[in-house]
């Protein structure tokens, strides 16, 4: 074991394979930081490219852009109030407000931090633990995953702000969204024209949600620029003094932990996580501001707990061939491309190239916070770019990268259409990002139920012979009469997000 | 007239659920309970709303304060009216001129509009856009960009 | 129609080819035959980048390429099972610049969902260049050594076996719905699935009874010695589990496995099928090309023009009246 695993850092250092991994970072930083390109995206256009390279330099490349586009989703989501990627939807609620206090950059800053610290638990699992926990996951089923997607969605109405019918509004309407194309039976409801059998899709959807609401906000109000108050002109050492992380370290390690344990689960991944993660941070938090008006453990809490499920996820996926993501569907792919089977035998015939690609994990996460560090002092000043140059510019590949995803002009009028449905919900004070977490988890929900019902003929015996299900469905319910009592003591300001 | 859009927005929700519940009428019980539950709990959420906005306009005629409440600087609408319908021609003209063009004229368009003076920068501004978008989906990538009925 | 556009790969893509395609063009072809192809050609993948289409078009793109000796170019237009890349793709200009790269998806589609465009007779086939047997799997745990077995106890018990169901008919889930009915057996099926790989994983863990995959999806667990083939709708054994007898051996004539290949826009000239014809015919030959199937787990299984127009034909109506059966057609 140690032996293969001083191997895999010695056939992972090679000069190609860190050329490609900081190429690979590069890529995900450029495509998640800018609104309408995401890290899949990236991955997907380079997959034919990497046909021509040894197995092991093409996985590495894309999980450095994978990694780190998931990271750099932060930096719009921070800057402009624009989540690059679906996970950095819990980044915005604390990060956005501190850019716009003028603390940009300190926000950027924590988030590749946090996602550091995030990949590194993420590596280690990997590296120590994959073969063992891979045997488990073959036993979270439809129950478990419909309890833990049940679980995900109560906490929307805990984080977001405004009141809660607006947010139940905001939540409904995603999940009526995720119910478009094919029902988990086959049959396909709402699609009126054959573009919608397989449900909207997700990311010009995401785009257009939050990119047009943030145009239209900064046309209505004739701001100059994102950012109105300067940047504060002392240097801001946030986490570089040894008192910041005495205070903060145990967000770190649990945001980490959570993290890891939901990436591991196929299906739950980065978005999820970093709802919860916050979400924890937000319950055990007293401190001022409060979450949601530029709390930096909030920020801390989302982006380690993101980072963390990212290459998390490849413990399925490489042990058990099942993709938890658009992304691992990309790097399954990579992998038989070059003629190796994901599955138990990956690990027994091709134990030196699995444990380089998870020795790789570390280096590409290295390579991700220096470029990232460096990245933090530049993107943190696209908040002051002019309206007049920004505007084009955002919505110009906002659109075209609407139609990237799938080469389809359709995903282009539904990136058009969501951003005006998400500027009409905000300009009635609901916010968009329950409504994201309800797309999400909507068809998760329906699915497990329906297969749950149809493997365990009850909804009483799905429950109550599946332990770990049981025990999420309470945590859901008590997590919601939680948030109903804390609501009624303090009511939330009615600013939305 | 306080609050109208609210209320348009909530009543639009009740219309949107009953017209989806209608449509969705035929489908089979396990296909349809689901979006069936949420659009009734949207359409009733919605009504709730709607009550409470028709109350709260109700409240803030009485008060007295109502009219010198602060209400944030606003500006006008037609602005957002122009870019969003711009932005739909946008995206409608790709498939008669093709992406690049469209892309070179509407940036240029809205850079004029936002107050963008200098002529240097008017064009260089879309120039670059586009040479980006060009070179990256183009020449690199092979993405198809919708090329119009011109450049075939 | 809003996707017009998507109209072979155009100026702008051939322009970065200008100095290879210029070249070629320069000497006329007689005045009867127009010179064919002189610019890059697309194939269009219905599917995502990676999935099982998308990576035998593109281990056959560059074997393609060489013997057209102009640039072919893969892309793929995902979405609605494969309705919104096959609808652009026999919506393209019929001139041999925009292809298809055609599976069972264009025949089952049509019988299902209302509004789809296309049929089979929206294009010309150039030929099948491999075909990808399904099979009907069990863990290695289950009672069931034998297909035999397995249809004994299904008879006697019915409903009591549970059958995995994806959504969109995959050819796997046509297959194990065949089979259903030529066996006349029932099962309780459980749907919602994302595809092969989580039916294998629900059978593994004992949700369900057993599991519909093709060959790459059990390929590991089979030789980790985790998973028991019980069947395989080739129609002949494959090389690659050379013990696995076939359904047709064991009575039921189920035959239903991925089959993909080279076709092109319906109206497109016959000068141009001609070359296809060729090129591809010749591909198919090529050891290079064997190598790269191999690598991804497929084989060269060619058919020309003629075989590969009648076998789909032939599917389609087949298919058809499984549909019609299981009350699924539109």
């Known amino acids: 074991m140690t032996h293969l695993i001083l191997q895999g850092f010695a056939a992972s250092l090679t000069p190609l394979n860190i050329g490609l991994m900081a190429l690979g970072v590069v890529i995900g930083i450029v495509f998640a930081s800018l609104p309408g390109l995401t890290g899949a995206a990236a991955m997907t256009m380079l997959l034919p490219l990497s046909y021509g390279m040894p197995a092991v330099s093409a996985v590495l490349l894309l999980i450095a852009i994978w990694n780190a ?40 800053r924590t988030s590749i931090i946090g996602a550091f610290v995030g990949s590194i638990a993420a590596a280690i699992a990997l590296l120590f633990v994959a073969p063992l926990i891979g045997n488990v996951v073959i036993y979270l089923g439809p129950a478990e995953i419909f309890a833990f997607a049940s679980f995900g969605l109560t906490l929307v109405v805990s984080i977001t702000r405004g009141t809660l019918a607006k947010s139940i509004i905001s939540v409904l309407i995603g999940l009526f969204i995720g119910t478009v194309g094919f029902a988990p039976s086959g049959f396909p409801r709402f699609a009126f024209t054959p573009n919608l059998l397989s449900g909207i899709s997700l990311i010009p959807a995401l785009i257009g949600l939050f990119t047009f609401p943030e145009l239209i906000n900064l046309i209505r109000n004739r701001r100059p620029r994102i950012v109105q108050v300067e940047p504060s002109r002392e240097r801001d050492l946030f986490l570089f003094r040894a008192q910041d992380w005495s205070r903060h370290w145990f967000n770190f390690v649990r945001s980490a932990v959570i993290g890891v344990f939901m990436g591991i689960h196929p299906g739950a991944g980065p978005t999820i996580s970093s709802f919860i993660t916050y979400n924890e941070a937000r319950r055990v938090n007293k401190s001022d501001p409060p979450f949601g008006e530029g709390n930096i453990d909030g920020v801390i809490a989302s982006d380690t707990g993101a980072n963390a499920a990212v290459l998390s996820g490849l413990i399925p996926a490489f042990t058990l061939g099942i993709p938890g993501s658009v992304d691992t569907v990309i790097i399954i792919a990579a992998l038989t491309l070059h003629g190796l089977q994901p599955g138990p035998t990956l690990f027994m015939q091709h134990a030196p190239f699995v444990y380089t690609i998870f020795a790789g994990a570390f280096v590409a996460n290295i390579l991700m916070l220096v470029i990232g560090l460096f990245a933090a002092r530049w993107t943190a000043k696209l908040a002051l770019v002019p309206t007049r140059f920004l505007l084009p510019i955002v919505t110009v590949v906002a659109l075209v990268g609407a139609f990237a995803v799938n080469n389809n002009w359709f995903d282009v009028l539904t990136a058009l259409l969501a951003g005006l449905l998400g500027y009409g919900l905000r300009s009635m004070g609901i916010s968009t990002v329950p409504l994201l ?61 | 007239m306080t609050r109208l859009g609210e209320k348009v927005g909530y009543a ?7 017209v989806l519940i209608y449509v969705s009428r035929s489908y089979a019980l396990q296909d349809g309970a689901y979006p069936h539950i949420v659009l009734t709990l949207l359409a009733i959420l919605a009504a709730v709303g709607l009550y409470q906005s028709f109350r709260a306009s109700r409240q803030d005629q009485e008060r007295e304060e109502a009219a010198t409440q602060p209400e944030p600087e606003r500006g006008a609408m037609w602005p957002v009216v122009i870019y969003i319908g711009l932005t739909m021609l946008f995206i409608l003209s790709w498939n008669w001129i093709g992406t690049l063009p469209a892309v070179f004229i509407f940036s240029a368009i809205l850079v004029v509009l936002n107050g963008e003076r200098r002529i240097w920068m008017i064009i260089a501004l879309p120039v670059v856009l586009t040479a980006v978008l060009y070179v990256v989906f183009q020449s690199i990538l092979y993405l198809p960009l919708p090329r119009g009925f011109f450049l075939r | 129609m809003a996707r017009k556009f998507r109209t072979g790969v155009g100026v702008s893509a051939a322009l970065v080819f200008a100095a290879s395609t210029a070249l070629m063009a320069l000497p006329t072809a007689s005045a009867a035959v127009p010179k064919y192809p002189t610019r890059p050609i697309e194939i269009i993948v219905p599917y995502a980048a990676g999935g099982g289409v998308d990576q035998t ?12 000796k102009v640039p072919v170019i893969v892309s793929d237009i995902p979405g609605a099972g494969s309705i919104t890349g096959t609808s652009v793709a026999s919506d393209s200009v019929a001139d041999g610049y925009t292809l298809f790269f055609d599976s069972p998806g264009i025949i089952d589609a049509p019988w299902i969902e209302k509004g789809v465009p296309f049929g089979p007779q929206s294009f010309k086939y150039v030929g099948q260049i491999t075909y990808i047997p399904n099979y009907l799997d069990v863990p290695v745990t289950s009672p069931f050594k034998t ?4 249809v004994a106890y299904a008879r006697k018990h019915p409903n009591k076996l549970k059958a995995p169901f994806t959504a969109g008919w995959p050819s796997t889930d046509v297959m194990g719905a065949e089979f259903a009915y030529d066996a006349h057996l029932k099962f309780t099926t459980v749907s919602g699935f994302t595809g092969g790989p989580a039916e294998l994983l629900s059978a593994l863990a004992g949700r369900t009874s057993f ?6 999806e059990v390929l590991s667990d089979v030789r980790a010695g985790k998973v028991r083939i019980l069947a395989t709708s080739a129609p002949k054994r494959s090389p690659i589990f050379p013990k696995v007898p ?25 000068y141009v099928m001609n070359v296809l014809d060729k090129a591809l015919a010749e591909a198919a030959k090529s050891p290079e090309l064997k190598a790269n199937f191999a690598k991804i787990g497929i084989t060269v299984d060619y058919l020309n023009s003629v075989q590969t127009t009648k076998l789909i034909y032939s599917e389609y109506k087949s298919d058809g009246q499984l549909f019609k059966r299981l009350g699924v057609a539109k």
């Open chain 1, 437 to 497: 977490l309800g797309l999400i988890l909507g068809p998760i929900l329906e699915t497990n139920l329906y297969q749950a019902l149809q493997v365990y003929g009850s909804l009483w015996s799905a429950i109550f012979t599946r332990p770990i299900a049981l025990a999420f469905l309470l945590l859901s319910v008590a997590s919601l009469v939680h948030a109903l009592i804390t609501r009624r003591h303090h009511k939330a300001g009615s600013d939305v997000v």
């Open chain 1, 69 to 108: 586009a998931v990271w750099a989703g932060a930096v719009p989501a921070v800057v402009m109030n624009i989540p690059g990627t679906s996970a950095a939807a819990a980044t915005l609620l604390d990060g956005h407000p501190l850019a716009m206090q003028g603390h940009a950059q300190r926000a950027i």
């Open chain 3, 211 to 216: 599991s519909y995959n093709n060959t790459g």
């Open chain 3, 57 to 68: 078009a593109r281990a056959l793109a560059p074997i393609l390429q060489q013997e057209l």
């Open chain 2, 12 to 18: 639009a929700m009740i219309l949107a659920a009953a």
């Open chain 3, 246 to 270: 076939t359904f047709e051996q064991q009575g039921y004539p189920v035959a239903v496995g991925v089959w993909q290949g080279l076709a092109a826009p319906a109206k497109t000239p016959q």
């Open chain 3, 147 to 150: 297909l035999k077995q397995l």
